[in-house]
T-cell receptor, first 114, second 118 residues
Framework: DTGVSQDPRHKITKRGQNVTFRCDPI?????LYWYRQTLGQGPEFLTY????????KSRLLSDRFSAERPKGSFSTLEIQRTEQGDSAMYLC????????????FGQGTRLTVV | AQKVTQAQTEISVVEKEDVTLDCVYE???????LFWYKQPPSGELVFLIR??????QNEISGRYSWNFQKSTSSFNFTITASQVVDSAVYFC???????????????FGSGTRLQVQP
């Protein structure tokens, strides 16, 4: 296993279009997180899964955003009716749930909405 | 609410200089974890260290060392004899177990960009 994998790495879309990102976590990790990072800022928490259950969503996650993790493996993050303010790096991370373990991050998907 | 403050936006040093990156945190939780991550130009966040709130021992790993002081809510990071490859953005982060979900999501600071000049 080579780590957390995200696809695509880059996405340019027109305002109003829908986009979907995929994250494949480290295989034995049952916790999966999505973060958003804008230029010059640290990552901000969006949502969290433990196995297939979405346990928490940030207030940053508007109704246009939806995340799924079917079967507790890979996860998808969909943004509907994209806006220019959605332009950011979307980071996925995974970790074990036993004890306080560090999260391992993917390389992110950079979204540009034009 | 949790908050992490990295007051230094950007630091520039010459190779072989020592440099300290500051991190101050706020949390009401009694059990929490502190982290440092490195983000090189490639974009991937690389884990450097984790400390829990009950362990205030300083730690050294090669050229890296960390000073955790609960009394001042600080978790500073020192790079000794900096190298050009240390150039990156460094993030301090805080995680606390919250309620039943125990989500342990990270609250990040805004990062410190370190530039090491040859």
């Amino acid at each position: 296993d080579t780590g957390v994998s995200q696809d695509p790495r880059h996405k340019i879309t027109k305002r109003g279009q829908n986009v979907t990102f995929r994250c494949d976590p480290i295989s034995e990790h049952n916790r999966l997180y999505w973060y958003r990072q804008t230029l010059g800022q640290g990552p901000e928490f969006l949502t969290y899964f433990q196995n297939e259950a979405q346990l928490e969503k940030s207030r940053l996650l508007s109704d246009r955003f939806s995340a799924e993790r079917p079967k507790g493996s890979f996860s998808t993050l969909e943004i509907q009716r994209t806006e220019q303010g959605d332009s950011a790096m979307y980071l996925c991370a995974s970790s074990l749930s036993r004890g306080p373990t560090e999260a391992f991050f993917g390389q992110g998907t950079r979204l540009t909405v034009v | 609410a949790q908050k992490v403050t990295q007051a230094q936006t950007e630091i520039s040093v010459v190779e072989k200089e020592d440099v300290t990156l500051d991190c101050v945190y706020e949390t009401r939780d009694t059990t929490y974890y502190l982290f440092w991550y490195k983000q090189p130009p490639s974009g991937e966040l690389v884990f450097l260290i984790r400390r829990n709130s009950f362990d205030e021992q300083n730690e050294i790993s090669g050229r890296y060392s960390w000073n955790f002081q609960k009394s001042t809510s600080s978790f500073n990071f020192t790079i000794t004899a900096s190298q050009v490859v240390d150039s990156a953005v460094y993030f301090c982060a805080l995680s606390a177990s919250r309620g039943d979900t125990g989500r342990r999501a990270l609250t990040f600071g805004s990062g410190t960009r370190l530039q090491v000049q040859p």
